[in-house]
């Protein structure tokens, strides 16, 4: 099993992004994906989550109504659009796969991860 993240890069405040989480070996309908970012000196928070199997979603309070996930099953990735970009969501962001029938929140509720990609934001 294998997920690879790609599409960080350094924007400025304001801007949007979409990163990409393409899964392979793994049977995505079956699983939910997390993306979990992790700035220097802080912990690794989870951000986002989706499930396959019921199409549910969540979000920390943080980016609600600034990010949202897609899925594109035929590919087997995941997309985590971010709007209105802020300093603070500056981090490593890594996404996780999860054999659940719900969003779990925690790092060990996860089976597979990627190795991430960096997201900065300006001011």
């Known amino acids: 099993v294998q997920l690879v993240e790609s599409g960080g890069g350094l924007v400025r405040s304001g801007e949007s992004l979409t990163l990409s989480c393409a899964t392979f070996g793994l049977p995505f309908e079956d699983y939910c994906i997390g993306w979990f970012r992790q700035a220097p000196g802080k912990e690794r928070e989870g951000v986002s989550c989706s499930c396959n199997i019921d199409g549910s979603a969540y979000h920390i309070d943080s980016v609600k109504g600034r990010f949202a996930i897609s899925s594109d099953s035929g590919r087997s990735t995941s997309y985590l659009h971010m709007y209105g970009l802020k300093p603070d969501d500056t981090g490593m962001y890594v996404c996780?796969?999860?054999?659940?029938?719900?969003?779990?929140?925690?790092?060990?509720?996860?089976?597979?991860w990627g190795r991430g990609t960096q997201v900065t934001v300006s001011s």
């Open positions: 996780a796969a999860s054999e659940a029938t719900f969003c779990r929140r925690l790092p060990n509720d996860y089976d597979f």
